[in-house]
Structure formats: structure tokens, C-alpha cells
């Protein structure tokens, strides 16, 4: 066995397009203050330690987080007890162009109070893509499993949503204690500053009747600076993390349907390293998935996202060896996370009976997605950073 | 076969979790209150390393590392429904340095190829001995521990998604931070069997062992972010084994380095 097997590699991401990994979380109104370009999330801790304030104000406090939160404005409050809220931040983010009302905020995966990204994001992302790059009869097996649901559903059986495709999955790769993906280990990254996150406003567009609408309460709305905004905290473009990425060889050759990929790639005979071969799945995956997105938003006129996806179309087109393009986090959608690009109306009609929480049309499904806007102007699509392996 | 103590190794060090760390408690039982997946702890409920998980990882690394993973080379530690589920490298070659450093289990053994194997005659006393590593609690700063879930460790949440319908399953486990030291502390015996003197060739074997690890990954969800540790801050003792017979005297390093990057043996 070569001695290099074992040395494990160094990845970087470069955030290309603002990218939000959810934690569990959302940051509460009462826990942040906005002020300038900037938010302040407090740290009550710190408050209450300075004890910088009467009994009254922790009681207007409890009845503002009790009742709540509806009309509740933290920043009066403190300004009430000329309390310097500056003095119990625990840290503050930039808003990058958000010009909707900040009413809760998706908080980023944090350890120990740090922004990073998880090892188990890139890897799921990275098997993913790596799943949709299967032969037409492995995914043959997942049509199978939905098919199997549906029945399940007709016949008034519990079908439960967040296990349909585990049958699938373990027929071609495997259980977990035998799956190929045992030998791709992927580290946490390194940790970001401060500087390197931002808060992000994203808008949903929404397809109605072959036509580009934009969700909001009050139904779907012809004018995206009336939609209803979420609020985010992100990574900016530009940034860069690093962490250590393992490929065993038989993350390649350890199991038959992995094996299939590579003779199905690989047509120049050439040996490949796993991290080439990696890289070579995850980039014909990105570029076909790219070049239907372009199409969908070019059919409902979105210029401005045809233009980003273009600008990432020539990013992946002078990609070395090591590189590739992923798309990553919260806010990616459907098509990104699973199988269903291959789907069509027949398997949308079973997984609307699969899956009945959700809204499905199966004429056109997902008809949805989250792009970003900045200074209240549609900018780009979440997620998309491009990693190296050196 | 004759087996005399010449000396012991005693490498003192640090090791750094660079990614959180989780070292799960080994049963699934929940206790009230309790976070599933939890990690392990001490009587004072402080996160430590069992320096049987050190001992364990490293010596599987080892395993692959010298080329000793061969159905013939391989007894079966679990066996479920007949067939074998856990084997671990064991033989009766007294020159095997996975066998000689983490030691061999008396009797006989199943083979993973078929037979039997009896290593009785091949047993000597193990020469390395793995102390728990404990929690270095300075090295969690107050900023940071402003930040936890838990008093010494947070809570990471882990989302499996479903390939067809796209929804999550989230499962939560509880880790040590990145960031996050232990005291670690390693025993390695120099023995001279049938007249042969060890040297240092186990302890320059160790050093493989503990590099394999820093390339690899200690504890639960591996491959997927967690278990990246360093070793920092390294100290190589030597008590020769005529030094128990005197009165106790200040023992100084043979050998110090900031990591093992650093180390050199000469
Ligand atoms: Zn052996």
C-alpha cells in the first residue's frame, strides 16, 4: 500500500456566492439591535453582570420576551435605561444591502461561538453530487423506493418523509459500516472572523401561472421589494477556509456502484487520483445542474441570475484538476439536496402523495427558489463556493 | 523465553482538538436531562480521552500502516450471527511491531481465513501503557465558554437528508470544542527478550502511530468534521530501570519538540 494513502490533504473553500450552513437556531428579535450598518447581538450575560440597570428594566424585558416579541423593540428599552448596549455585544455582523426589517435571523453553525464549516456539510453535499452521478440503473433504485412509498401511501400505510430513499441508499452504497463514503473524510474547516460574515437578505420567487411572482404574506406579489424577506447570517464572497480532506482509494473502488462511476468517467483510461476523480464527478454534476438552472431562469426572465450562473459556468470551465464547484447550506433547494432532477410529473404526482406537508405541482416542481438581494435589487443564488485540494 | 525490563519511555504531551472532538460515553443509555449521543466524562463530569480510545485508534491505524490487514493476519474479536463482524490484527511473531507495541491476548484465537491460532507461547507483558487524557481547563478561554451549550462542551446538530423527498433528520451529539487540550501521557517499555534489546524501536514505532493519528481522526462522526487532533508540546523521559533503585532524583527530557513536526530522535 503507498505510504501517501495515509496523509491526509488540505482543502480550501472560496465562498463564491454568500453561503449560509443553519444552525439549529434562529436569532430572536430581542437579541440583536440594529444600528448604522450594522447588527449587535447581545450577550445578556454581560447585561445583567454589569448590572447596569434597575429592577424595572429587567421586568420590561421579561414582559417584552413574554409577550411575544411582537411590537417589542430591545433598542428602546435600552435607550429607556441608557444602558450602552455596545458594552455587552457579543459580537456584530455587517448587513450586506438587507433593506427589509431584521425580525429574526437564521444564525449560522457556530462552535464554541465561531463561525465555520462543518465537515458533515461539505461531505453531504459532496455525496450529493456524487449520487446523481450514478448510472441510470442505480437511480433506477431510488425511482423504486419512491414508487414503493406511493403504494405504501395509497394503501393508507405511514409512510415517513425523512426515510424514503434510505432503502435506495443502502442498496447502492451499502450500509453505512460497509459505504464507500467511510473512506472520504472530510475535518471541520478552520474558523472565520468576524469580518468574513455578513447578514444576508434572501426573497423567494415563486412560479404562478408560467409567470415570475414573489412570495409574501400576503400571497405572491408582481413586485419583489414588497416580498416577505428572510434574514441570514452568511459567509461573504471572497472568503477563504481551509480544513484536511481524505480519498481513500476505495472510496473509488471499495463498492461496485462507485466502481461504475469511475469507468463511466474515466474514458481516457488515464489512472486517476480519488481526489482528481472527486473533483472530475463533482464538476460534470455542478455543470449540468448550472446549465438547467439557466434554462429555468432564462424561461421566467430572471437576466440577473442567468448572469450569475453564467459567471459561475466559466469559474467551472477553468477549473484545474483539484478544483471543483458546490453548492452548499441553507437555501439551496430541492434539486440540489437530492435525486430529483431526474424526476419528472409522474414521480412529482407520487412524491406529492409521499410527501403531503410539502406543496407539490407536479407539472412543474420545485417551482420555487431563494436568491439573494442586495440594496433591494435580485443579486444571486446561495451557496456556490469552489474548493481546492492541495 | 526471557524477558527483562531494561527502561521505560515516558512521553508527556498535549493533545489539541483542532476540529470538536466527540468520544462517545459507549452505551445509548439517555439520562434524564441528558443530551443524546453524549460524550464521555469523569467522576468531576469533565470531558477526557479514555486511553483505551487512544490506544484502540492507533493501533488500528498501525494495523494498515504495516501492512498487517490480511485475512491471514487477522483474528475475529466479534462475531455476529456466526460470521465475523470485528477483527483486529494479532500474531505470534515476536518481531511484529503492532503486536509487540499494543499487545496480544493469551490462548487461542479465531483466524479470519479459517483455523485456529494460539498465542500463549507468543504473550508478553504489553509495552505500552495509554493514561487517560485529561481536560486542560484553561485551555477553554471565557470567550468561548460564553459560547457553550453545555458547561464544558456544545452541542453539534447533524442533518441526514432523504435523497428523494429532501427532508432532514437532525441528530444531535454533544462534543469538545476545537480549541480544547488534554494531558496526555504515554508509558512504553524497553524490554530485552531472548537477549535482544528493544532499543528504540518501539518508540520511533509510537511516533508513527501518533503521526498515523494526526492524519486520521479520534472518536465519533470522523469523517464527517469531527476528531482532528494534534499532539503539542511533547516530552521524552527515559528512567532506566537501575533509576527505581535510587532515591528519587529530578528527571529531565531526552527529548522536547513543540510538535511532531519538530521531533527528532537523533
Ligand atoms: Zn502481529
Redesign the pocket.
Known amino acids: 500500500m503507498a505510504a501517501d494513502s495515509f496523509e491526509s490533504k488540505t482543502y480550501e473553500i472560496e465562498i463564491l456566492t454568500p453561503t449560509i450552513i443553519g444552525g439549529q437556531d434562529k436569532i430572536q428579535s430581542f437579541e440583536f439591535v440594529r444600528e448604522g450598518e450594522y447588527l449587535y447581538f447581545l450577550n445578556f450575560d454581560k447585561l445583567f453582570e454589569k448590572n447596569l440597570f434597575k429592577d424595572s428594566f429587567i421586568e420590561e424585558l421579561s414582559r417584552g420576551l413574554s409577550s411575544g416579541a411582537r411590537d417589542f423593540n430591545i433598542k428602546d428599552i435600552l435607550k429607556k435605561y441608557s444602558i450602552d448596549f455596545k458594552k455587552a455585544v457579543k459580537y456584530r455582523l455587517r448587513l450586506e444591502g438587507v433593506t427589509s426589517h431584521c425580525k429574526e435571523v437564521v444564525a449560522f453553525v457556530k462552535s464554541a461561538g465561531r463561525f465555520y464549516i462543518p465537515g458533515s456539510s461539505l461531505k453531504g453535499a459532496m455525496r450529493s453530487s456524487i449520487t446523481k452521478a450514478l448510472s441510470k440503473n442505480l437511480l433506477q433504485l431510488y425511482e423504486n423506493a419512491l414508487s414503493n412509498a406511493y403504494q405504501k401511501a395509497l394503501n393508507k400505510s405511514r409512510v415517513d418523509s425523512k426515510f424514503v430513499s434510505r432503502d435506495a441508499d443502502e442498496k447502492i452504497f451499502g450500509t453505512p459500516y460497509e459505504s464507500p463514503f467511510k473512506y472520504l473524510k472530510v475535518s471541520d474547516s478552520s474558523f472565520a472572523d468576524q469580518e468574513s460574515a455578513g447578514i444576508f437578505e434572501i426573497k423567494v420567487l415563486n412560479i404562478c401561472s408560467n409567470h415570475a411572482k414573489w412570495f409574501s404574506r400576503n400571497g405572491n406579489i408582481d413586485d419583489p421589494s414588497q416580498a416577505t424577506a428572510i434574514v441570514a447570517e452568511g459567509l461573504k464572497p471572497g472568503v477563504k477556509l481551509y480544513g484536511t480532506i481524505k480519498a481513500e482509494k476505495d472510496l473509488i473502488e471499495g463498492n461496485s456502484a462507485v466502481k461504475g462511476l469511475k469507468e463511466k468517467l474515466l474514458t481516457s483510461g488515464a489512472s486517476s487520483s480519488p481526489y482528481e476523480f472527486v473533483a472530475q464527478i463533482l464538476s460534470s454534476v455542478a455543470k449540468d445542474y448550472i446549465q438547467k438552472e439557466i434554462s429555468f431562469y432564462s424561461k421566467y426572465n430572471q437576466k440577473q441570475i442567468v448572469s450569475e450562473y453564467q459567471k459561475l459556468l466559466s469559474i467551472l470551465n477553468s477549473l484545474d484538476k483539484n478544483q471543483f464547484l458546490l453548492q452548499i447550506g441553507f437555501s439551496t433547494g430541492y434539486l440540489s439536496k437530492t435525486v430529483g432532477i431526474f424526476f419528472n410529473k409522474n414521480h412529482f404526482e407520487k412524491l406529492s402523495r409521499v410527501d403531503t406537508q410539502s406543496k407539490i405541482y407536479p407539472d412543474i416542481f420545485p417551482k420555487s427558489r431563494r436568491l439573494l438581494f442586495k440594496d433591494g435589487n435580485i443579486w444571486t443564488v446561495p451557496g456556490w463556493i469552489k474548493v481546492t485540494i492541495r | 523465553m526471557d524477558v527483562i525490563l531494561k527502561g521505560k519511555y515516558i512521553i508527556k504531551c498535549k493533545i489539541k482538538a483542532v476540529t470538536g472532538l466527540h468520544i462517545g460515553e459507549g452505551n445509548n443509555s439517555l439520562e434524564i436531562g441528558g443530551i443524546d449521543n453524549a460524550v464521555v466524562k469523569d467522576a468531576e463530569g469533565k470531558p477526557y480521552i479514555p486511553g483505551s480510545s487512544l490506544k484502540g485508534k492507533m493501533r488500528s491505524l498501525m494495523e494498515f500502516a504495516e501492512g498487517?490487514v490480511r485475512d491471514n493476519l487477522l483474528v475475529v474479536s466479534v462475531k455476529r450471527e456466526g460470521k465475523p463482524e470485528i477483527c483486529i490484527?494479532?500474531?505470534d511473531?515476536l518481531n511484529?511491531p503492532?503486536?509487540g507495541l499494543f499487545g496480544r491476548n493469551h490462548g487461542s484465537h479465531d483466524l479470519k481465513s479459517g483455523g485456529k491460532i494460539d498465542l500463549t507461547d507468543a504473550v508478553i507483558p504489553t509495552r505500552l501503557i495509554v493514561r487517560d487524557a485529561k481536560l486542560i481547563e484553561s485551555s477553554i478561554t471565557d470567550e468561548m465558554k460564553e459560547n457553550l451549550d453545555l458547561e464544558w462542551t456544545e452541542v453539534k446538530f447533524e442533518n441526514n437528508i432523504d435523497r428523494i423527498t429532501s427532508k432532514a433528520n437532525p441528530r444531535q451529539s454533544e462534543r469538545v470544542p476545537a480549541g480544547v487540550q488534554f494531558s496526555a501521557e504515554f508509558v512504553i517499555n524497553r524490554f530485552e527478550v531472548n537477549s535482544k534489546d528493544d532499543q528504540k524501536y518501539y518508540l520511533e514505532k509510537f511516533i508513527k502511530a501518533m503521526k498515523l493519528l494526526e492524519d486520521d481522526y479520534l472518536g465519533g462522526q470522523g469523517s464527517r468534521g469531527n476528531g482532528k487532533v494534534r499532539f503539542v508540546d511533547i516530552e521524552i523521559f527515559y528512567k532506566d530501570s537501575s533509576d527505581y533503585e535510587k532515591d528519587s532524583s529530578e528527571l529531565q527530557p531526552i527529548v522536547t519538540a513543540k510538535s511532531l513536526d519538530d521531533l527528532k530522535l537523533s
Open positions: 498487517k490484527h494479532m500474531c511473531d511484529c503492532v503486536c
